[in-house]
């Protein structure tokens, strides 16, 4: 449980303290000229400046603890953000932006944002990430379903588009792919379409060749599997009623579908299209920081704060600043 009487949720100077601590463990380092000489970093403490400043003697700028983060240029006091970080990072099927505005005392489009910002926080750079697996490790995949989509096109699974219709089922649903390495972490993309050459890209990407691969024995893949990409694909026949057979089965993906289709459901029933990747961040957020791998709601909510840098330039692409 989230103590919400701690007072880094209630003092924004205690907030910034817990988050200076989480962000600078050696201290802190200068976010323009990447200093990290602490002789050569000053505090601008108790110099009629805003708490929280320091200064560079080597590019001789300024800065503070949220310059270069998704809280950067917010009028949201910090311990707000702590406590909505803290909130997402420990509510099991995620939190409504509503429920947050209550909460906070923030307007509703603020609650929004900020939500918004805290998932780009736990949204892992897939492309700078260690790959999923390794040698003797299994990684299982599945894609499903979610919501609605504009498109009506239906796809043929090789990707070339068959042809157009009014849609129903995968038609004109959402896909998302999913992996999950077994005991351990969880990667999920939505795509425009599941078909092989998707899948087996981002097979390619995120999973180490050493790995074994465990699926159903789904349509998107070919008989032969994905062979090349993985040491070896193995599959059970769900059609045949085979869920598992000695240690191959896809449980651990299907566990994670059912939490996120829990939340997609309950909590976010109204999300559009072009923001399921940041829900699915959320969900892969959780599900990879979970209490079963040893990770506390305390821990978890540390670790979103770690993922505040670098983040900035993306969510400005798709969401104005107006807080
Ligand atoms: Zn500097």
């Known amino acids: 449980m989230v103590d919400l009487t701690n007072p880094i949720f209630t003092d924004a100077d205690k907030a910034r303290e817990h988050l200076e601590a989480q962000r600078w463990p050696e201290g802190p380092y200068c976010p323009h000229c990447g200093n990290i000489d602490q002789a050569r970093i000053r505090s601008m403490k108790g110099k009629a400046h805003r708490p929280g400043l320091y200064?560079?003697?080597?590019?001789?700028?300024?800065?503070?603890?949220?310059?270069?983060?998704?809280?950067e240029r917010t009028k949201v006091p910090l311990n707000k953000w702590l406590m909505a970080t803290y909130?997402?990072?420990?509510?099991?099927?995620?939190?409504?932006?509503?429920?947050l505005h209550r909460t906070l005392g923030v307007t509703y489009k603020t609650a929004w944002f900020m939500f918004h910002r805290i998932r780009e926080a736990m949204r892992v750079d897939t492309a700078n990430a260690e790959p999923m697996g390794g040698k003797s490790k299994v990684v299982e995949a599945d894609e499903t379903y979610q919501?609605?989509?504009?498109?009506?096109?239906?796809?043929?699974?090789?990707?070339?588009v068959k042809y157009q219709n009014k849609g129903r089922g995968p038609a004109?649903?959402?896909p998302v792919i999913a992996l999950v390495e077994r005991g351990g972490k969880a990667r999920s993309f939505h795509v425009?379409?599941?078909?092989?050459?998707?899948?087996?890209?981002i097979v390619a990407e995120n999973i180490a060749k050493e790995s074994r691969l465990h699926t159903d024995e789904s349509h998107l893949y070919s008989k032969s599997g994905v062979p090349g990409l993985v040491a070896k694909h193995e599959t059970v026949r769900h059609s045949a009623d085979e869920y598992v057979r000695g240690?191959?089965?896809?449980?651990?993906?299907e566990g994670y579908f059912s939490i996120f289709?829990?939340?997609?459901?309950g909590v976010y029933q109204h999300c559009s299209e072009k923001h399921l990747h940041r829900y699915l961040?959320?969900?892969?957020?959780?599900?990879?920081?979970?209490?079963?791998?040893?990770?506390?709601?305390?821990?978890?909510?540390n670790e979103a704060l770690k993922g505040i840098t670098g983040k900035r330039l993306t969510y400005r692409r798709t969401s104005e600043a107006l807080l």
């Not at 200064?55 to 809280?71: D, I, L, M, P």
């Not at 240690?247 to 993906?253: A, E, G, K, Q």
């Not at 961040?281 to 909510?301: H, Q, Y």
Request: hydrophobic share 30%; net charge positive; proline share 2%.
């Open 87 to 99: 909130l997402l990072s420990a509510s099991k099927k995620g939190m409504s932006a509503h429920q």
């Open 281 to 301: 961040a959320e969900f892969d957020f959780r599900f990879s920081n979970r209490t079963a791998l040893g990770v506390n709601d305390t821990d978890r909510a």
């Open 261 to 265: 289709k829990r939340g997609m459901k």
């Open 147 to 160: 919501g609605k989509t504009k498109s009506t096109r239906k796809i043929s699974v090789d990707g070339r």
């Open 247 to 253: 240690d191959v089965y896809s449980n651990s993906v």
């Open 55 to 71: 200064n560079c003697r080597e590019c001789r700028k300024q800065f503070s603890v949220t310059v270069g983060t998704v809280f």
């Open 192 to 201: 425009p379409y599941a078909t092989r050459p998707v899948v087996e890209k």
């Open 172 to 174: 004109n649903k959402r």
